[in-house]
């Protein structure tokens, strides 16, 4: 959200039901007995409910009465409005209670969906139907004694409906009125007039029920489509305060606070935490954070896995938590609006399109690049990682001015340790670290953000703790240590230190020599030994 009076309702609605634990209980308890609203009145309107869809919604409606309570004893703001929207169904929620039964199947095609004294037709043809099945049953009885046959059994399929089934071993008793319509590998399965009159009198209301009540189902559900506007605004109000008190009962079990947004564009976070990270990490490490108008762009460096990634997600996290209308995890939070949130953090491909590692993260930057303002809240993690050294670092650096320049406030992971001398030439620019401990060459991550730049990455270490072998460790040790003398870092070549080199305030000597000699009197012997004696003392 960017409105700052919507998002403080919001939250004025969050603290109520934080302030009060009871309230906010009988709100989620009912919550609880309700399903999703807007789902099943949508299915109703497109006419695709089942009996199982109306049963559901039937239920949440009888549960909607019991929100009215909690509601009135927080009924201001935001809470209020959520109480005036929830409306009154009590007449939908009774048509469908005197209709259905309690626990309908999951399709028509079963039958038994409308409850028995809803309509006396269907219940006629119930009737019917279950003394005609009464009498087929008696009827394997009486059959029984009348052929003497004790194995005989009244038997049903799809095909040819009720038949009367003997064994081949007592087929020469079948009485004379049987007629034979299967036989099976041990059986012989007949019929008679009188088993085929009760079969269409039973199979005739059944299915005539089944028409009937498929018929008042309809009915039920275009009662229900034609209430729809009333029933989906509930839906929405219900949908809101769902959120609100989930996010309520959040704050409580993880100690989040109230943020204070201000007109200021200023980001002031105390102990501010990752709410996911810190959710399986008992001994999560919180950390300050300050962007305002001093320092608009974090440079931030330090070792892998010392949390660098984690840092940047948690201050985007707070920021989004909080224009949402959410408590936020830190012990405190003074927040201006940002217009975006601009995030370009891990790396993949994308073969369908074609497109590198590295082309991903460049569009991904150039979109940033393209869009951020003053206002925009930006995170970008190891950018130009995906290409050789210099072309990375060229573009960090070349990214960090630009940022810098439009004035956004940023948080720029990187390992290229030369990035820290922008800090003393951009107006703006801040180094910070995350700190590491060596203890008997053993590294300590402390993931704590502290001020200054780093000037160690700790790869080696890294690939220690992965399991990398003993012999590539030692060896990449080696190189390091034959690179690092060869090739010292060097600071980031800025815009500033580029005209210092043109236009530098002390003149070199050899400048001032040329400068003193007489071209116009030297002889071409003369001008030999001027050079040789040049070569000599500034070669």
Not at 458 to 468: E, F, K, N, P, T
């Amino acid at each position: 959200l960017l409105d700052r009076e919507t998002i403080e309702g919001r939250l004025d609605a969050v603290e109520r039901l934080v302030d009060q634990p009871m309230v906010r209980a009988d709100i989620r308890d009912a919550l609880k007995r309700m399903s999703d609203l807007e789902r099943l009145v949508s299915r109703c309107a497109a006419g695709l409910a089942n009996p199982r869809d109306l049963a559901a919604l039937r239920s949440s409606l009888q549960a909607l009465p019991s929100l009215e309570p909690p509601l009135l004893r927080v009924g201001v703001g935001k809470l209020q409005e959520i109480r005036e929207l929830l409306g009154d169904h009590g007449e939908t929620a009774r048509a469908l209670s005197r209709a259905l039964v309690e626990d309908p199947p999951a399709t028509l095609r079963e039958g038994g969906i409308i409850r028995e004294g809803h309509d006396l037709e269907l219940d006629k043809l119930r009737e019917l139907n279950k003394g005609g099945k009464s009498y087929i049953a008696g009827l394997e009885t009486r059959e029984r004694q009348r052929s003497g046959i004790s194995t005989l059994k009244v038997g049903f399929n799809s095909v040819f409906g009720y038949y009367l089934e003997v064994s081949k071993l007592h087929s020469d008793k079948v009485p004379g009125d049987y007629v034979r319509k299967q036989t099976t590998a041990n059986a012989e399965r007949y019929i008679t007039a009188e088993l085929k009159d009760q079969e269409a009198r039973v199979l005739g209301a059944e299915e005539k029920a089944i028409s009937l009540e498929t018929d008042l189902f309809g009915r039920l559900r275009l009662m229900v489509a034609e209430r729809a506007r009333p029933l989906l605004e509930t839906a929405r109000a219900l949908a809101e305060l769902d959120a609100l008190s989930a996010l309520a009962e959040t704050a409580v079990r993880r100690g989040y606070v109230r943020p204070e947004l201000t007109e200021e564009d200023a980001l002031l976070i105390e102990g501010g935490r990752h709410p996911v990270v810190e959710a399986a990490n008992v001994g999560f490490v919180p950390n300050d954070t300050k962007l305002g108008d001093e320092v608009r762009l974090v440079v931030l460096t330090g070792p892998n896995m010392a949390g660098k990634s984690t840092f940047l997600r948690q201050i985007a996290l707070i920021q989004l938590m909080a224009q949402i209308g959410s408590f936020v995890p830190a012990r405190s939070a003074k927040l201006g609006l940002a217009d975006r949130i601009f995030a370009r953090i891990g790396a993949k491909d994308e073969l369908a399109l074609g497109q590198s590692t590295f082309m991903v993260e460049m569009v991904e930057s150039a979109n940033i690049l393209n869009h951020a303002n003053p206002r925009s809240l930006v995170i970008l993690d190891e950018v130009g990682r995906g290409t050789s050294t210099f072309d990375g670092m060229a573009i960090a650096q070349a990214m960090v001015e630009h940022l810098a320049g439009i004035g956004a406030k940023t948080l720029f992971a990187t390992h290229y340790h030369q990035l820290n001398a922008l800090a003393s030439e951009l107006t703006g620019v801040a180094n910070f670290r995350v700190a590491v401990e060596e203890v008997a060459d053993e590294v300590i991550w402390t993931h704590r953000v502290v001020p200054g730049g780093a000037d160690r990455s700790y790869g080696i270490h890294v690939a220690r703790m992965a399991g990398v072998p003993s012999p590539v460790l030692r060896r990449a040790t080696d190189i390091l240590r034959d690179l690092e003398k060869t090739e010292p870092p060097k600071p980031a070549l800025t815009q500033k230190r580029l005209q210092l080199s043109l236009f530098e305030a002390e003149e070199p000597e050899v400048v001032g020599a040329l400068r003193d000699l007489d071209v116009d009197r030297l002889t071409p012997m003369d001008a030999l030994r001027t050079l040789d004696d040049f070569k000599r003392r500034y070669s």
